[in-house]
């Protein structure tokens, strides 16, 4: 008898408390516990996870360079930012579409615009593109805030973005939302 209030009771918990972690993180006070990790392969053990979350109809890709890319990060927060950024991503091609996840070492960013200017450092960068519907106007500007969502009804929690935020900024990162002049969208990522 129990179950029927004690299984929703469970669920919403546990919605609490992942909702109280994207806070967390979106204000920088989540505690990271950053290692010195091979982004290479975080992603692409990322990607195979993806592979299968994501529907058939999106194609997976990874691009990166022969040299391991190691940065110093919570190894946890950047995968959870990873399938965050891919489930916008697969939203945003309802007919499915491309997903690239590139990861290189740049220092220069002289015709390129962060959130911030980045300090002059070598950094992994983490591109993520999509062939998707691309970034509205306003969703560019207010697409860190907590609680905004494009998603309409039970869809989407407004957090996603922000906590990939709150973890870059608070890993002493710089974050780029940019759309593409034809079709699709790139979330790049600095890590020093």
């Not at 609490?16 to 692409?44: H, K």
């Not at 979350?53 to 919570?74: M, Y």
């Not at 907590?146 to 002493?172: D, E, R």
């Amino acid at each position: 008898e129990l179950s029927e209030y004690l299984d929703p009771a469970l669920r919403a918990s546990k919605r609490g408390a992942e909702i109280t972690s994207r806070l967390l993180a979106f204000s920088r006070r989540q505690p990271l516990a950053p290692t010195a990790v091979t982004i290479n392969e975080l992603v692409a053990d990322t990607i195979v996870l993806l592979g299968r979350s994501l529907p058939g109809h999106i194609l997976i890709k990874l691009e990166t360079p022969d040299q391991p890319c190691t940065a110093n990060v919570d190894a946890g927060q950047l995968e959870n930012a990873l399938v965050n950024l891919a489930f916008n991503a697969r939203d945003s091609m309802p007919q499915g579409g491309r997903l690239t996840f590139q990861v290189s070492i740049c220092s220069d960013f002289e015709n390129e615009v962060f959130d911030e200017p980045p300090t002059a450092t070598d950094y992994v960068r983490i591109d993520v593109t999509d062939s998707g519907n691309g970034f509205s106007k306003k969703a560019l500007k207010k697409a860190f805030e907590p609680f905004f969502t494009t998603k309409g009804g039970q869809a989407g929690s407004g957090l996603g973005l922000s906590m990939v935020y709150g973890f870059v900024k608070q890993s002493g990162g710089f974050i780029r939302l940019k759309n593409f002049a034809t079709i699709g969208a790139q979330v790049s990522i600095l890590l020093p």
